[in-house]
């Protein structure tokens, strides 16, 4: 199957390598979707990396507002145009309906396109009103494309976010993109871009986020990580924690790979614990290790590592340990899924703590995505072999059911409680759940002092 | 003399030989040896030497005046050997391949036998000839082929270690007992019977109560505490009471780490039967001579404990010494028996 | 296969195989009648044999067993330098200056946690392990947790080999605690004073020892400064 990678980052990903040469892909959506930058990177993409000349045709910008948009991406398309690698065309639909597919041919001839952007077909409908013979006249269209070797993006303008019309394009088109911009919990929106058709080849199915960066789009294709590197070797050694007594209560330690919830109420300790499974897997093990902080900033973790007479700062510049800050305002969840993967296996992690899982909850407000989201993180690290802990809220507080949900996709769940006992505050772990690993049950003694977290296994049955 | 004269080398054989027969003789062996060096020099002052060539009676003029006598009778060049004078003390230095003795000197080393200098031994024999006072050598590293050593007035008459005068054998001037095994060991069993909880402090109070005198007379003798710390361990050996190695002192800190091979408590212990239940540490008087001996020569107390012994499968015994936490001594006093 | 001795002439005596390591023995005996000589004795034959010593000192700072050994011409310094003697401060919780302290003594994980923390520094040696006394840690305990430690811990410890010495003084926890954790020691020592109030006497008496033949008679001690714990019969001549 001859395929052409569009070169949009992430993007081809989703088709396993690219469209099918020929082909014609609707780019549909609200406006402000993002589809014009869609089909522009599809083209500069094609000149400049795989040197493939193209064509953009369109009938409701002018040009200049083009040139200006691709520059805000660092793409100077006149300079391509003077190259002869591009052409834009501006007409009007009237222009285009009419057999006059020799206009775009003659364009297409003089850079020998590979490639076509046609903004907006959604014009055709304007000029036609009667849907057969619209629907000809598309058809007609598209196979003229086809004929002259081009592959095709074509933007389409929706009306609405919620109705769904399966108009008559969709059923000549090759392949369908459907873009949108979705309102979140919060104050958050976001983009996701789905995959309704592909014609003669296969595609990842769901919805996927994307991001409109500096240097173009990145689509954020969540299910695949969890398909890549399946064949790095598990280890069946058990990983040490670095915190006394855990391991006893764990029968030696944390499965390999395991990502493991770390549950519990402010001040119980799940950050310092945290902390020194990095910090004693990088000193005791020169193991590396990613703390991952949506709450505090390294300076904060920096300071509270101290407190224990931890340098994660020298640790950090030993290339031990990378903490990585991102504010919940910034944080997008596949795009912090995908590059955690990423920086996982650049960096060799193989400990991971993310603090906290709070910031997914906040995002999610469907049960069905929290678990498909958790369960892409949670396979993406289990197949990079990372031991994680989840730092996660205390388990009755979290709202309705969701953790729950959560500690079903996780492989263990430690839960770190507060409790008061002939008036003094003692601090208790129960490990609640370990696959595969026969723990002790039971609450037990867990101290915080100068050394860090120590857990005292209970003594009898 | 000629550098490679035979005669010259066959004195050295001499000396070596003599030196490792009187390694042979159970007791003394150095006393005996440096009895025949200044026997032989007495022979040759006898008939060489005139007081008359004296310009003083300054050790180092003495000692000057007789390398020159020597050399008049072509044995050596004067001119090879510095003296200088330290105090009380008469430096000598020589560069190792000038010296007539080397090949006894080195092949002495080399065969781990007693070092003893025969130049310096010479010298104290026309020391005690001119002055009638005895003088005592000792041998400092030498280093870049250069050979020091040193001659001092000895703090009292020289008194040999072990004698015989007959029936009466006298070590350090003082009637002592050859004891066979057997009797020894009959011995420590009539303790243990009678009082066998006794039976380690018997031991290593016996051991600590006899080191400290014989520790106190060395001191006198030696006053380098390092030098005078191995002559007694080689009395030890002399004694037979076990092939001791000084493996590590510091006079600093005032801690020492010794070894004993073959100790005699634990060939006693081997074919006399065990003195414990259990095996275990059994060299107390060992380890009581050497707490009394580094107490004198360290000046403090000092404990020192049997931390392996032979008798329990090790290669040798090793003892640990240390001072005694100063904080206790203040509370408490001495806690160690003093005579 | 290495036999243990309490280094006390009169009582080893009594005792012909000695004990074997990985035996647990019971002290029980009446404040000041010479429990912690006894443990003293018991290190000093420790040290004379290789052994490890591993002192956890509940009643007294540590520096008191050291004083005491080293008047007993025992190079306390040496043998902790080669870590051959450690001791364990569970007397002075907070501000301890020793290596090895208890931060807090009202829970028995956090003692057990330390403990089996020295006696993993110990792997592949003969060890000797004295509480003095353990009956301090168990006080005002709930016996349920009392029995889980105790259960839980003589198991490891006669797993691990280790010869244990543990001290209770009486009266000092139920006689129904004294008596249930009684029955896993191998061996249990009393110690006690006798006679009137102006002329009490020293006694010990062997309560039991296990797969082992023994007289139970008592036996009057005293205290030497010098030889430590000497049973009255060794003042004489035996065969």
């Keep these: 199957m001859n395929k052409m990678p569009t070169g949009?980052?992430?993007?081809?990903?989703?088709?396993?390598?690219?469209?099918?040469?020929?082909?014609?892909?609707?780019?549909e959506g609200v406006p402000g979707a993002g589809k014009t930058t869609f089909g522009i990177e599809f083209v500069y993409r094609g000149i400049t990396q795989f040197d493939e000349p193209g064509v953009i045709v369109t009938c409701e910008e002018l040009p200049e507002s083009i040139y200006r948009d691709a520059f805000n991406f660092g793409w100077d398309l006149r300079a391509f145009e003077q190259a002869n690698k591009l052409r834009i065309l501006c007409t009007s639909p009237e222009a285009l309906e009419d057999a006059e597919v020799n206009l775009i041919e003659e364009v297409v001839r003089e850079v020998g396109a590979r490639r076509i952007l046609v903004d907006s077909i959604s014009h055709f409908k304007s000029v036609i009103n009667d849907p057969l013979s619209l629907r000809r006249s598309v058809y007609g269209f598209c196979n003229g494309l086809r004929r002259l070797g081009l592959t095709s993006f074509l933007v389409k303008e929706r009306e609405s976010e919620e109705k769904r019309e399966y108009a008559f394009e969709e059923y000549v088109v090759d392949a369908v993109i459907r873009l949108e911009n979705k309102e979140r919990p919060g104050l958050h929106r976001h983009r996701v871009l789905e995959i309704s058709k592909t014609r003669g080849q296969e595609h990842i199915p769901g919805k996927h986020t994307f991001r409109i960066t500096d240097e173009g789009i990145r689509v954020f294709a969540l299910r695949g990580i969890t398909d890549v590197n399946s064949e790095i070797s598990q280890e069946n050694k058990l990983l040490h924690t670095g915190v006394p007594g855990l391991d006893d209560l764990l029968r030696g330690g944390l499965p390999r790979g395991a990502s493991v919830a770390v549950a519990g109420g402010s001040g119980t300790g799940k950050t310092v614990l945290g902390l020194q499974y990095l910090v004693k897997g990088a000193m005791d093990y020169g193991e590396r290790g990613i703390f991952l902080s949506f709450e505090e900033t390294p300076q904060q973790l920096f300071a509270n590592a101290r407190q224990f007479s931890w340098d994660l700062y020298a640790l950090q510049e030993q290339g031990l340990i990378k903490v990585v800050y991102m504010p919940l305002s910034r944080m997008e969840i596949d795009e912090t899924i995908i590059g955690l993967g990423e920086q996982v296996k650049?960096?060799?992690?193989?400990?991971?703590?993310?603090?906290?899982?709070?910031?997914?909850?906040?995002?999610?407000?469907?049960?069905?995505v929290l678990h498909e989201k958790f369960y892409c993180l949670v396979t993406c690290l289990?197949?990079?072999?990372?031991?994680?802990?989840?730092?996660?809220?205390?388990?009755?507080?979290?709202?309705?059911?969701?953790?729950?949900?959560?500690?079903?996709?996780?492989?263990?769940?430690?839960?770190?409680?507060?409790?008061?006992?002939?008036?003094?505050?003692?601090?208790?772990?129960?490990?609640?759940?370990?696959?595969?690993?026969?723990?002790?049950?039971?609450?037990?003694?867990?101290?915080?002092n100068a050394s860090g977290v120590q857990v005292f296994p209970r003594l009898g049955g | 003399m000629k550098e490679n004269d035979i005669s010259r080398i066959i004195i050295n054989y001499m000396y070596l030989s003599m030196c490792r027969t009187m390694n042979q003789?159970?007791?003394?062996?150095?006393?005996w040896l440096e009895q025949f060096v200044t026997g032989v020099a007495q022979y040759f002052i006898n008939e060489y030497w005139d007081d008359l060539m004296l310009q003083s009676k300054k050790p180092l003029d003495i000692c000057r005046a007789y390398l020159n006598t020597l050399e008049r009778v072509d044995f050596l060049n004067a001119g090879d050997y510095r003296l200088e004078e330290s105090g009380e003390n008469l430096l000598l230095s020589v560069k190792r391949?000038?010296?007539?003795?080397?090949?006894?000197?080195?092949?002495?080393?080399?065969?781990?036998?007693?070092?003893?200098?025969?130049?310096?031994?010479?010298?104290?024999?026309?020391?005690?000839?001119?002055?009638?006072?005895?003088?005592?050598?000792?041998?400092?590293k030498e280093e870049e082929g250069v050979c020091r050593g040193k001659l001092f007035p000895a703090a009292g008459p020289k008194e040999e270690i072990v004698t015989r005068e007959g029936h009466v054998l006298k070590i350090a001037g003082r009637r002592a007992v050859l004891l066979p095994q057997e009797t020894y060991a009959s011995l420590l069993v009539s303790v243990r019977e009678h009082a066998p909880h006794a039976l380690k402090h018997v031991l290593y109070d016996a051991g600590y109560q006899s080191g400290l005198s014989l520790a106190h007379k060395s001191r006198a003798l030696y006053p380098d505490p390092e030098e005078c710390l191995?002559?007694?361990?080689?009395?030890?050996?002399?004694?037979?009471?076990?092939?001791?190695e000084l493996v590590s002192v510091s006079l600093t800190r005032a801690r020492a780490r010794i070894r004993c091979y073959e100790s005699f408590q634990v060939a006693v212990a081997n074919e006399c039967g065990y003195l414990y239940r259990t095996p275990q540490v059994i060299c107390d008087l060992l380890r009581g001579f050497f707490a009394a001996y580094l107490s004198v020569l360290f000046e403090k107390e000092i404990i020192c404990e049997e931390m392996i012994c032979q008798s329990m499968g090790a290669d040798y015994c090793e003892f640990l010494a240390l001072p005694l936490p100063k904080k206790l001594l203040d509370r408490r006093g001495t806690p160690w028996p003093k005579k | 296969m290495h036999r243990a001795y309490f280094g006390v002439e009169g009582l080893d005596r009594n005792i012909e195989q000695g004990l074997s390591y990985g035996s647990q023995i019971m002290v029980e005996g009446d404040s000041g009648v010479g429990k912690t000589v006894l443990a003293g004795e018991f290190i000093k034959e420790g040290l004379r044999c290789g052994d490890t010593c591993v002192y956890v000192a509940c009643d007294e700072p540590p520096a008191a067993m050291r004083e005491h050994l080293l008047s007993f011409k025992v190079g306390t310094p040496v043998y902790e330098e080669t870590g051959r003697l450690v001791f364990i401060d569970a007397y002075e919780e907070d501000g301890s200056a020793e290596k090895y302290a208890l931060s807090d003594l009202r829970n028995l994980e956090k003692y057990f946690a330390l403990e089996t923390e020295v006696l993993r520094g110990c792997i592949g040696r003969r060890v000797r392990l004295v509480v003095d006394s353990l009956s301090t840690l168990l006080t005002n305990l709930d016996i349920t947790d009392v029995l889980d430690f105790h259960r839980a811990r003589i198991k490891q410890l006669r797993k691990k080999g280790i010869l244990t010495m543990d001290i209770f003084v009486s009266e000092v926890l139920e006689p129904r605690i004294i008596t249930i954790t009684g029955h896993l020691y191998n061996f249990i020592l009393k110690m006690n004073f006798s006679g009137s109030r102006y002329n009490s006497v020293r006694l010990m008496q062997i309560g039991k020892v296990k797969s082992q033949q023994f007289v139970s008679s008592s036996h009057m001690f005293t205290i030497s400064p010098v030889y430590g714990i000497l049973v009255s019969a060794d003042m004489g001549v035996y065969q």
């Design chain 2, 230 to 244: 191995q002559l007694l361990l080689e009395e030890i050996k002399n004694q037979g009471l076990g092939n001791v």
């Design chain 1, 346 to 368: 650049s960096f060799g992690a193989r400990r991971l703590v993310l603090d906290s899982i709070y910031a997914f909850l906040s995002r999610i407000d469907n049960a069905a």
């Design chain 1, 382 to 448: 289990n197949r990079l072999n990372c031991t994680t802990l989840l730092i996660s809220p205390a388990w009755d507080t979290a709202a309705g059911g969701r953790l729950e949900l959560i500690h079903s996709v996780v492989q263990g769940t430690m839960l770190l409680k507060s409790i008061l006992s002939q008036n003094r505050r003692v601090r208790q772990l129960e490990l609640y759940k370990m696959r595969g690993v026969n723990h002790v049950m039971g609450n037990h003694l867990l101290e915080i």
């Design chain 2, 97 to 140: 391949d000038k010296c007539v003795y080397r090949e006894y000197c080195l092949r002495a080393r080399e065969e781990g036998l007693p070092t003893f200098c025969v130049r310096l031994g010479t010298l104290q024999a026309i020391l005690h000839h001119v002055l009638g006072e005895n003088f005592s050598e000792s041998l400092e």
């Design chain 1, 8 to 27: 949009i980052n992430g993007f081809d990903e989703l088709v396993y390598g690219g469209i099918i040469r020929g082909n014609s892909v609707l780019v």
């Design chain 2, 25 to 31: 003789v159970p007791f003394s062996g150095r006393h």
